[in-house]
């Protein structure tokens, strides 16, 4: 079991920048995928980004080149820096973790509002 708590959202005009942090109730260094996903209204849920316990990242196109996923294993926490944003990126975004054991199990957190206007 892990619990997942996302914080860093806000208000913030078009080109500016925001942080997300998720802080796990657990060590986060044997979660095998750890990632962002958003989700706007009226539209499903989207993966943004993510980590694994290699380090390895995958974005999707629409934020390529202007977010970044990291993972900070002494923390408990892995991190999403948000630069160039736009309105398009307004969305409730959620930590994700996944892990594979003797089986496969995914939490979530319970999201933190994005809103991207001037």
């Known amino acids: 079991q892990v619990q997942l708590v996302e914080s860093g959202g806000g208000l913030v005009q078009p080109g500016g920048s925001l942080r997300l942090s998720c802080s796990a109730s657990r060590s986060i260094f044997s979660i095998n995928v750890m990632g962002w996903y958003r989700q706007a209204p009226g539209k499903g849920r989207e993966l943004v980004a993510f980590?694994?316990?290699?380090?390895?990242?995958n974005y999707a196109d629409s934020v390529k080149g202007r977010f970044t996923i990291s993972r900070e294993n002494a923390e408990n926490t892995v991190y999403l820096q948000m630069d160039s944003l736009k309105p398009e990126d307004t969305a409730v975004y959620y930590c994700n973790a996944q892990i594979v054991d003797s089986g496969y199990s995914a939490y979530w957190g319970q999201g933190t509002q994005v809103t991207v206007s001037s």
């Open positions: 980590i694994t316990s290699g380090g390895n990242t």
